[in-house]
Antibody, heavy 118, light 114 residues
């Protein structure tokens, strides 16, 4: 069974750094792309970027380029989303999702709620 | 980026009635080499991740009730729920994956019971 399990909720202060994770199981982790999606409170879905764990090829949505870093450690089947300096506007639910090139994401993590408040 | 625009933003339909949600893309998502529309529909209920309902614009995901159907081609698409059930209350999103490495979503349509 394909599963994406995300790390738990985080509460941080502005300016702090953060790295959240998404662990894949039940499939070949290096054979599928993992994308990250932001959902701000009460708002819609925004595609942030994507990584291919097989070779770490990474692409970012223009809106998120330079704002976050996406990475992966294929040895432990885990993808990451990180911030070097959080802002209050980073408060959101973050989802990871798996898909193949040319297909729609079918499998999603349960989400990680990030709250940034002073 | 391909911009996806849904209409309406919200919709209230009586139980058992038809619900229709529209989605328009800023450029065609029809890939001519395989004649497939790279358009998906998702359902999101409160506190849950999105759930894939429809892909290739009209192919129902396994396990999705047949009251859900998708249609359209090129730039104009429709999600239809033929007979609304209480459990269909949710926000629905269209998504293009024509630009697989730059996926975009519509703004969402909130579906409620009238």
């Amino acid at each position: 069974e394909v599963q994406l399990v995300q790390s738990g909720a985080e509460v941080k202060k502005p300016g702090e750094s953060l790295k959240i994770s998404c662990k894949g199981s039940g499939y070949s982790f290096t054979s599928y792309w993992i994308g990250w999606v932001r959902q701000m409170p009460g708002k819609g879905l925004e595609w942030m970027g994507i990584i291919y764990p097989g070779d770490s090829d990474t692409r970012y949505s223009p809106s998120f380029q330079g704002q976050v870093t996406i990475s992966a450690d294929k040895s432990i089947s885990t993808a990451y989303l990180q911030w070097s300096s959080l802002k209050a506007s980073d408060t959101a639910m973050y989802y990871c999702a798996r898909h193949a090139l040319g297909s729609s994401p079918r499998y999603w993590g349960q989400g990680t709620l990030v709250t940034v408040s002073s | 980026d391909i911009v996806m625009t849904q209409s309406p933003d919200s919709l209230a339909v009586s139980l058992g009635e038809r619900a229709t949600i529209n989605c328009k893309s800023s450029q065609s998502v029809l890939y001519s080499s395989n004649n497939k529309n790279y358009l998906a529909w998702y359902q999101q209920k409160p506190g849950q991740p999105p759930k894939l309902l429809i892909y290739w614009a009209s192919t129902r995901e396994s396990g999705v009730p047949d009251r859900f159907s998708g249609s359209g081609s090129g730039t104009d698409f429709t999600l239809t729920i033929s007979s609304l059930q209480a459990e269909d209350v949710a926000v629905y999103y269209c998504q293009q994956y024509y630009s697989t490495l730059s996926i975009t979503f519509g703004q969402g349509t909130r579906l409620e019971i009238k």
